[in-house]
């Protein structure tokens, strides 16, 4: 599966978008983006995934460059709620089955 | 419907002693999986498993054992536990979509 690369931190205004990127230089044609997140110590949460075309649902929107080797989260109007660490992972659906998390990026949403 | 059930959610061992963690899943899923979180880092894999009666390694498995006899039952076994051992640790389940996790278990090893 291929490795992600994520900024360590990111600041964001309540009301704000927050705009977190993630690079997956190494992605293959059959594996997807997923993004989760993780508020405080609870289990990571599934926000959203993506293959190539770019994508929304209730919390949030999946922008995966042309190339696919970059991807942005997009949180449209963010809440103090999603303070949180956002992890980016790229794995196949029919893959060896391991799924590795990295250091994921820690968003602050401040008031 | 509870999803993803890991028990206990709390335990302090003492070094040496074995304990085995459940992690139970009713959404017929495949794949299951094992990960420690220490303090101020993300989740690294110790093992998983892509279906009943197979296991296979992760990331960090020394320490820890597993055995998935049945679909819905994937068990985290230590053996003799170490003080590098106190972490949280999460189970997950997953077919081909995304991953569903429990609420984690805190085990202290003193």
């Known amino acids: 599966d291929a490795k992600t690369t994520q900024p360590p931190s990111m600041d964001c205004a309540e009301g704000r978008a927050a705009n977190l990127p993630c690079n997956h230089s190494?992605?293959?044609?059959?594996?997807?983006v997923y993004w989760y997140r993780q508020i405080h110590s609870q289990g990571p949460q599934y926000i959203i995934h993506?293959?190539?075309n770019n994508e929304t649902n209730e919390m949030a929107s999946l922008i995966i460059t042309e190339d696919r080797k970059s991807s942005t989260l997009i949180l449209p109007h963010a809440t103090l709620r999603d303070t949180a660490v956002y992890y980016c992972i790229v794995h196949g659906s029919g893959n060896t089955g391991k799924l590795i998390f990295g250091q994921g990026t820690t968003l602050q949403v401040k008031p | 419907n509870a999803g993803v059930t890991q028990t206990p959610k709390f335990r302090v061992l003492k070094t040496g002693q074995s304990m085995t963690l459940l992690c139970a899943q009713d959404m017929n899923h495949e794949y299951m999986y094992w990960y420690r979180q220490d303090p101020g880092m993300g989740l690294r894999l110790i093992h998983y498993?892509?279906?009943?009666?197979?296991?296979a390694k992760g990331e960090v498995p020394d320490g820890y054992n597993v055995s998935r006899l049945k679909k819905q039952n994937f068990l985290l076994g230590l053996e003799s536990a170490a003080p590098s051992q106190t972490s949280v640790y999460f189970c997950a389940s997953r077919n081909r979509a995304e991953a569903f996790f429990g609420q984690g278990t805190r085990l202290t090893v003193v």
């Open positions: 993506g293959l190539k």
């Open positions: 190494t992605i293959s044609g059959n594996e997807y």
């Open positions: 498993s892509v279906g009943e009666g197979t296991t």
